[in-house]
DNA sequence: GCAAGGTC
């Protein structure tokens, strides 16, 4: 009698071997009891490449295509082959009588089993069975959900949607990518997922572009009478715009001159409440730490699967999911007081009484999808990086905000009548924060400031009228948070109503395991890019999603609202409801049509600069006298010279190098962009030196700042030369080379002469430098050892006047050189919020830090900073 | 040089 169980991961493995007391590690597997328990790396099976069905597919030609293989087949994953080995060798196992399959509950953890099985070759349905549950898998909860096992075949059909998925993805993606690829001369990547995603870039970019701005005034009186004070903005049938700006300033005249005063037409109030919010999806928590933080959607999943894997104080990340299940009650109950002991203040206007089933914002099977709800398993250790701390903070806040009573407040509602016109105030008091106690929200605006106790009729004295100039503003730029929103809920591109209502919340484009790596491929392609905050697409994105919306077939793949179709289809298959052929057959006839239409189709518009390959013959090669061809990303020659079309951020076109090939000088060019983002100008020159071409900046000729430096004639590292092989190297390292003009601004670059001693310190004796004993000397951004400069053994100690958002005082300088703690003070996270708290000079292994004391509830907002530079 | 889906 031997079971063996199969996990999508090892983490669920581990819980698996604490239920059962499977507690012997083999390699890639625990043992025990008559009990084999393996993992997966998530998928270790994919399809076939192109050029594995045929050697023909090897170049991408549009005479191959459409490329649709029959049948599909499946190949190992090179870099987990060995876990898969592990798991084909268990399943030929003598004597083993059932197979569990415990991958994730979902469409992918059923393809990640069948493909593995249908790798293995392991064929026999009546020894598979299926473990299912997306309850968290306490050792209660495994143990339950293995007396419930189910035949294997109830699942069939969620694989065959799986399938269905896959194929129909790799058909779309590797056809569509290979023929805009021929077509526009340099990489086009399409799929399902990334050109819906990059489209609704493009569009949102074509309106900021086209968005004209228009003027309009909101004009304002401020009352007051005995009561007090409030402030009503004009309004008619709604619209407190006013668009006619003559009309406005006839309004502000007429308002000005009127002597009679005017009277509260109605002042209503209404009590209202607001339940806690759900607790944290990864798509949720990477817009809120978005918002607060800045982190890119990448980002907060690497720091919540680094708190998940290695500190283990977070639950599985990649979750769609906004609930627990009904099962995970005990351990939420013991969480609570758990995690209530070290962070008090979160915890302790928990309603335990909502700590129950009948609390179906938090426990609810029936929204449970593959994972549930992200949610804090412990304290934060104390290795935490300030990263960490701040992810972390989010969800254990959200999961102490899930228990606690609703928010209670009271909207108020002034309208006053004046001179023939009507003017309103709003308002709104928290009678009792509730969960907003665990959850602050930013500060009130200015609209929602305090009222007067207002009745009808009272009097409404004019004390000022006030008319405000505005401007309409064009949609807000992308960031991570707004795009991952469209992602998640692509609902209002959908036309019909119908549609609309089933679409809720049910389909996204892409999954939340993937959607962060969307966004990078896309900015990685250079269809997109990151500026701050932002996501915007570039020239390049917008080109290719031109392209394709010329096209009548095509286009449908740059519609958000089709991709959303195809999932919907998919999740009918999945329930029995499809016609199964009837999807496959589609997706076959629309790549067949597509590929019909990208052979033929005139494709007018001009490509971005620099980004085709013509394989057109720019020029002589200088080296052997050869033909120079623009290949994808450079200029080459058969003899191995080359020249990148990209130097210090800036295309070269063919023209330029032309020119540079026969006169060996070209320019000034304006748009170089030094490693330190700063833009220059310079000529390029073209000059053998030591026996190899190498292309340097000349900034003499334009007579501009930085000149002579670095001038012409000096080998640039990104030049080609011969390596001792003999054949050319090269690197783009170009820009940090001719960053010369920017000199550091630190206390360092100042002349000495300007140093001085700092006054405080003089007066309560002088502190030395902790670092090597020197004086510290005040210098324009930082507190510097005078032992600088630091070519050969000096001093490089610094403590900076602005440190986490504040302005250093004297008081707390002496203290730090003092080492000692200073007072608590108020200082600013990079999310605008203040913290009070200690700053301490501390020596560490990696050098002198300044760093802040975490809170009351052991978490740390701030990074340390290095005292060297 | 290609998709999207997993996980690390």
């Given amino acids: 009698m031997t079971t063996l169980i199969l996990t999508e991961k090892p983490s669920v493995a581990a819980d698996f071997s604490k239920a059962l007391g499977v507690r012997t590690r083999r390699d890639g597997y625990y043992e025990g009891n ?117 035949p294997i075949t109830d699942y069939d059909r969620l694989w065959r949607a799986g399938y269905y ?41 074509r309106e900021r572009e086209n968005f004209k701005p228009e003027p309009y005034v909101v004009v304002k009186v401020h009352f007051a009478n005995e009561k007090g004070k409030w402030i009503g903005t004009w309004f008619k049938e709604k ?76 639950s599985y990340p990649r979750t769609d999911s906004r609930v627990l299940g009904t099962q995970n009650l005990d351990m939420v109950k013991k969480l609570v007081d758990k995690l209530a002991e070290t962070a008090p203040a979160l915890f302790k206007g928990v309603d335990h009484g909502r700590i129950a089933l009948s609390n179906k914002r938090v426990f609810n099977d029936a929204k449970l999808t ?60 928290i009678l009792s924060p509730g969960w907003r106690e665990a959850w602050p929200i930013k500060a009130k605006k200015e609209d929602e400031a305090y009222i007067p106790p207002l009745v009808n009729g009272d009097a409404a004295h004019k004390e000022k009228v006030a008319a405000e100039k ?141 980004r085709k390959r013509t394989g057109e013959v720019v020029g002589r090669c200088p080296a052997c006298g050869g033909e120079v061809i623009e290949e994808y990303k450079n200029f080459k020659c058969a003899c191995g010279f080359v020249l990148w079309k990209k ?32 833009r220059f100008t310079a000529s390029l020159i073209l000059a053998q030196k030591e026996g190899s071409w190498q292309v340097t900046f000349d900034f003499d000729s334009n007579g501009k700042k930085g000149g002579g430096k670095k001038a012409a004639g000096e080998p640039a590292p990104w030049s080609s030369s011969p390596n001792a092989s003999g054949s050319f190297s090269h690197s783009q390292e170009a820009a940090s080379y001719v960053s010369q003009p920017e000199r550091p601004t630190t206390l360092a670059s100042k002349p000495a002469q300007n140093q ?49 958002g504040r302005e250093l005082t004297e008081s707390q300088l002496t203290s730090l050189l003092s080492m000692k703690p200073t007072r608590p003070c108020n200082l600013t996270t990079s999310d605008g919020r203040t913290v009070k708290t200690r700053l301490r000079l501390t020596n560490t292994p990696q050098g002198w830090m300044v760093m802040a004391d975490p809170d009351e509830q052991g978490i740390k907002h701030f990074e340390p900073v290095v005292c060297a530079h």
Avoid at 49 to 64: G, N, R
Avoid at 570 to 589: C, D, Q, V
């Fill in 34 to 150: 008559g009990t084999l328990i393996c993992w997966a790396v998530g998928h270790l099976v994919e399809l076939f490449a192109p050029e594995d069905y045929s050697p023909s597919f090897k170049k991408w030609s549009l005479a191959t295509l459409p490329i649709l293989p029959e049948p599909f087949k499946y190949k190992p994953i090179k870099k987990s082959g060995k876990q898969l080995g592990v798991i084909k060798k268990l399943l030929k196992t003598p004597g083993l009588d059932r197979v569990i399959i415990a991958t994730d509950a979902g469409r992918e953890g059923e393809v990640i089993a069948r493909t593995i099985l249908l790798q293995a070759g392991f064929t026999d349905k009546g020894r598979i069975m299926r473990f299912w549950t997306s309850q968290a898998l306490t050792p209660a909860v495994v143990r339950s959900t293995l007396e419930k096992l189910q």
């Fill in 165 to 205: 998925r896959q194929v129909a993805d790799w058909m779309v993606g590797m056809n569509g990518t290979r023929a805009l690829t021929v077509r526009l001369g340099d990489l086009y990547s399409v799929g399902r997922v990334q050109t819906a995603v990059l489209a609704l870039l493009v569009q949102r970019r």
């Fill in 239 to 314: 619209e407190t715009r006013i668009v006619d700006l003559d009309a406005a300033q006839g309004l502000v005249a007429r308002l000005t001159a009127e002597e009679t005063p005017g009277v509260v037409l109605s002042a209503e109030k209404e009590k209202k409440s607001d339940p806690p919010p759900y607790l944290f999806s990864l798509t949720d928590l990477q817009q809120e730490a978005n918002k607060r933080f800045g982190f890119p959607a990448k980002k907060t999943l690497n720091v919540a699967q680094g708190l998940y894997q290695d500190k283990k104080c977070l």
């Fill in 370 to 429: 593959d994972h549930h709800a992200l949610i804090p398993l412990k304290n934060l250790p104390p290795s935490a990086t300030a990263d960490e701390a701040k992810i972390y903070e989010l969800v254990l806040r959200r999961f102490a905000a899930a228990f606690h009573p609703n928010c209670h407040y009271e909207n108020t509602k002034i309208v006053t009548g004046f001179s023939s016109e009507t003017f309103q105030t709003t308002g709104k008091i």
């Fill in 470 to 610: 505005k401007e309409t503003t064009p949609p807000a730029a992308y960031t991570d948070a707004l795009i991952l929103k469209e992602m998640t809920n692509p609902g209002r591109y959908v036309s019909e109503k119908a549609m609309k209502d089933l679409f809720r919340g049910e389909v996204g484009i892409g999954t939340q395991s993937t959607r962060a790596q969307i966004l990078e491929i896309l900015i990685q392609r250079e269809y997109a890019k990151r500026e701050g905050k932002t996501l915007a697409a570039t020239d390049k994105g917008c080109y290719l999603v031109e392209m394709l919306q010329k096209t009548a077939v095509s286009r449908v793949l740059t519609s958000p609202e089709e991709t959303a179709r195809w999932e919907m289809s998919l999740n009918r298959i999945a329930l029995g409801e499809g016609n199964n052929e009837n999807f496959l057959a589609t997706i076959k006839e629309f790549v067949q049509k597509s590929m019909d239409e990208l052979k033929t189709v005139v494709m007018e518009g001009e490509a971005p600069v620099g």
């Fill in 647 to 678: 130097i210090a951020g800036k295309n070269l076109t063919p023209n330029m190098v032309g020119h540079l090939l026969r006169t060996k000088k070209s320019g000034p060019y304006n748009g170089f962009i030094s490693k330190k983002k700063k």
């Fill in 756 to 804: 001085k001693p700092l006054r405080g310190l003089n007066q309560t004796g002088p502190r030395p430098c902790p670092a090597c004993g020197g004086s510290i000397i005040e210098g324009k951004r930082g507190f510097g050892c005078s032992n600088w400069p630091a070519d050969k053994g000096g001093c490089r100690f610094v403590i900076w006047k602005t440190l986490f």
